[in-house]
């Protein structure tokens, strides 16, 4: 698994309001777009670099695409990084504070330690 290409997907998206939309919109399609035209770029680095070696697993494309982000905690995928991001795309159709209570709902299950996290 690349958790460092899962949670550049994370961060990268969460920082996007349009791709935030699209992802919410059009998950599948978004992290497939993302995979083949985003994925191979060098964060903080000058245009034209980029890696040709990252791709996704199927574990993490589907999770990806179903919007599992109990999924992603347990592939490793950074709880900073998912909660941001899924507060953007599902906060609106809650009351204030109900996503962020969803969340910890989904993820009770998970006991210590938790999956790593480390990149």
């Known amino acids: 698994m ?12 969460d920082r996007d309001p349009e791709l935030v939309e699209r992802y919410r919109e059009d998950p599948a399609g978004t992290v ?3 995979e083949a035209e985003r994925a191979s770029l060098v964060l903080n680095c000058v245009s034209g670099e980029a890696s040709t070696w990252q791709a996704f697993t199927e574990e993490e494309r589907a999770a990806l695409a179903a919007h599992d982000y109990p999924a ?5 995928a950074h709880p900073f990084l998912t909660l941001t991001l899924f507060i953007a795309l599902f906060e609106r159709d809650h009351e204030p504070l109900g996503f962020q209570k969803e969340y910890a709902r989904r993820l009770a299950g998970f006991s210590l330690p938790y999956p790593d996290i480390a990149t």
């Open 72 to 76: 992603l905690f347990a592939l490793g």
């Open 2 to 13: 690349s958790k460092y290409l899962v949670n550049k997907f994370l961060f990268t998206v």
């Open 32 to 34: 497939a777009w993302w």
